[in-house]
């Protein structure tokens, strides 16, 4: 089994968020992580230590661990380097900032991270802009890197916990969108998060006409209260039949600790599957051999 969807919350991205309150009012990263009630993260080295306990106990081979602010690239470089067969390190970034590129170079060629994570809601920026076919671009240019795009409904929920706004534009998660990236660049592993998160008959369009479109199944995937009466073992068979058992990659979007890995979540997607009439072959493409396919594991960056 292979988890595709985790994030790593350093303490730069506790330090990230404490920055984002009203000045006279910030917070360091430690009075972040008290005021969430969770357990302090330590140095990059002792997180992904612990969360290679947390695999071990669970049963999970390696797992994708995503720099959950733009700029911390590093903790999950550190973390990577120190646990190469086991994580798998992905990045967010804001295409507009004026050292995107740069910043995504360094990213893959000398840290050896696997996937750009673009979320364009939350930066407020379109998948048309040009910026964003150039990072695409980048990627193009070291086999076994993906775009991973964050579609539909964005809540985190770290940021209601601590009071801080939200100001998304949903509008501008279309997976309609990354299907024309995804054409664009065939080369190019694209993953959609959430099975599109509310926009799921978007995103089954998107890998129906871009063989390329992965859909990741992460999370309690609470967007199904959108449509009454949908099932995630109906999502799960609705998926199968446009994608295929190979390009869904199961996640649960894991976090913080001391909640760790998501167990239930892995739970009830297995019961979904099975439910869906998704044979034992076809289940193990989609729990652990998709991933190990699309991130193999390379001697350096």
């Keep these: 089994m292979n988890d595709s969807h985790c994030h790593f919350f350093s303490e730069q991205f506790f330090a990230t968020l404490g920055r984002q309150y009203p000045p006279g009012s ?17 140095s990059p080295d002792h997180l992904a230590d612990r969360w290679v306990q947390e695999l071990d106990r669970a049963g999970v081979a390696r797992a994708a661990m995503m ?128 099975f599109g998160a509310g926009l799921f008959r978007e995103a089954l369009m998107a890998a ?22 949908l ?9 199968v039949s446009v994608t295929g058992p190979s390009r869904l990659l199961f996640g649960t979007d894991s976090s913080f600790f001391p909640r760790g890995w998501q167990r239930g979540i892995y739970d009830a997607q297995k019961v979904a599957a099975t439910e869906a009439g998704i044979s034992d072959t076809d289940q193990e493409r989609i729990f652990g051999d998709n991933f190990e396919r699309l991130f193999a594991e390379r001697a350096g960056p």
């Design 208 to 229: 129906d006409v871009a063989a390329n479109v992965h859909l990741d199944t992460s999370s309690s995937n609470s967007w199904m209260r959108y449509t009454p009466g």
């Design 26 to 42: 910030q917070l360091a990263a430690g009075e972040v992580v008290g005021r969430l009630g969770w357990d302090a993260p330590g």
């Design 67 to 194: 720099a959950s602010v733009p700029g911390d690239e590093a903790s999950v470089a550190q973390a990577i380097a120190r646990h190469p067969s086991r994580l798998v390190g992905f990045f967010m970034l804001d295409p507009t900032a004026p050292d995107a590129a740069s910043r995504t170079e360094h990213a893959i060629a000398t840290l050896g991270l696997r996937a750009v994570c673009l979320f364009p809601a939350m930066q407020r920026y379109s998948l048309h802009d040009p910026r964003v076919r150039d990072i695409v671009q980048i990627a193009s240019r070291r086999a076994g890197t993906a775009v991973f795009v964050h579609c539909g409904a964005l809540s985190v929920g770290v940021r209601k916990k601590l009071g801080l706004p939200s100001r998304f534009d949903l509008r501008l998660g279309d997976p309609l969108a990354v299907s024309r990236l995804a054409l664009a660049f065939p080369s190019v592993p694209f993953i959609v998060p959430h």
């Design 231 to 239: 099932t995630l073992a109906q999502v799960f068979r609705s998926a």
